[in-house]
């Protein structure tokens, strides 16, 4: 015997269920327009401080590359000066 799995779907803003998504959909538009639109405002507006957040998120995440990028060319920098004047200093040896 195979069993068949129903789905439902529940309408979020009262207590009616429907077989498939497209009666729902209808369901929502007819009874509850006005519910609706408030629904998808405050979805937007969701969608929109997430966005914004990750924008900020991405450019802290720069910044802190950038900044992490510029320390390492100053610790070459200084890590090779280094090493140059040893080699300099090495070098004076040999000529004496």
């Known amino acids: 015997m195979i069993e068949a799995k129903a789905s439902y779907y529940q309408c979020r803003f009262c207590d009616k269920v429907f077989m498939n998504q497209g ?11 006005a519910d609706s639109h408030l629904a998808e405002y405050k979805t937007r507006v969701q969608a929109d401080k997430l966005q914004n957040e990750t924008d ?38 040999f000529d004496r």
């Open 23 to 33: 009666l729902l959909q209808s369901h929502i538009q007819c009874c509850h327009p």
């Open 56 to 93: 900020m998120l991405k450019e802290l995440t720069k910044s802190q590359l950038e900044a992490a990028q510029h320390a390492h060319a100053v610790r070459f920098s200084k890590e090779y000066e280094m090493q140059k004047t040893k080699e300099e200093e090495f070098l004076k040896l």
